[in-house]
């Protein structure tokens, strides 16, 4: 079966300090992989998805950036964090082919904090 | 443009009643629907999807939706609430290039 990991499970860092948020996905090859934002437990925002190896498509410019380096590892990056990059940031996977069929799997989040 | 609402913030239902979590939505062409929930500090699980054929899905826990094409809705149901249902509920539609739209959410509270 399939399993989508996400770590760490809760970050405190510091203004201006650098970010890498890591999701593996297992059991299922050439998924869609996504990275979504979540505020005071409510809406959440696309902030890049990814159909293959090194191809990241980015929905809002920002602080952050994201990497596939392998085909079932996401990764979310930033180089100086900002007090507004707080948030509950969701790892996502779906089935490549699914189209619209496929539903979106969701990792348990890190909850990220800045001070 | 394709859009999803949840027009109520939270919903209160006692125990052992129904409840419904509503949802409407926007879309050119066929809706492909998904309701996801979410407990605290967890990540979004997946309920029940409408592709196409009968206007009720069933899914998991209980919950079914229904397909309402001329309203343009898929209301969450389940028949008798339970407190761990507590939870919130997101109502979702396949956008493009594999992406979902997510509504706002509503809290779903059960009590005793």
């Known amino acids: 079966s399939q399993t989508i990991h996400q770590w760490p499970a809760t970050l405190v860092q510091p203004v201006g300090s650098p970010l890498s948020l890591e999701c593996t996905v297992e059991?299922?090859?050439?998924?869609?992989l996504y990275w979504y934002r979540q505020a005071a437990g409510r809406g959440l925002q696309l902030l890049f998805y990814?159909?293959?190896?090194?191809?990241i498509s980015s929905e809002v410019p920002q602080n952050l950036s994201a990497s596939r380096p392998q085909d079932r590892q996401f990764i979310l990056s930033s180089k100086k964090l900002l007090l507004s990059d707080s948030g509950f940031y969701l790892c996502a996977w779906s089935v490549g082919t699914g189209g619209p069929h496929g539903p979106q799997h969701f990792g348990d989040g890190t909850r990220l904090s800045i001070l | 443009a394709q859009s999803v609402a949840q027009p109520e913030d939270q919903v209160n239902v006692a125990e052992g009643n129904p409840l419904t979590v509503k949802c409407t939505y926007s879309?050119?062409?066929?809706?492909?629907l998904f309701w996801y929930v979410q407990y605290p500090n967890r990540g979004l699980q997946f309920l029940l999807k409408y592709i196409t054929g009968d206007n009720l899905v069933k899914g998991s826990y209980g919950f079914e939706a229904e397909f309402n094409k001329s309203q343009t809705s898929f209301h969450l149901k389940k028949p008798s609430a339970l407190v761990s249902d507590s939870a919130l509920y997101f109502c979702a539609l396949y956008s493009s290039a594999s992406k979902i739209i997510f509504g706002s959410g509503t809290r779903l509270s059960i009590r005793p």
């Open positions: 990814s159909v293959g190896i090194g191809q």
């Open positions: 059991g299922t090859s050439n998924p869609n």
């Open positions: 879309v050119s062409g066929n809706p492909y």
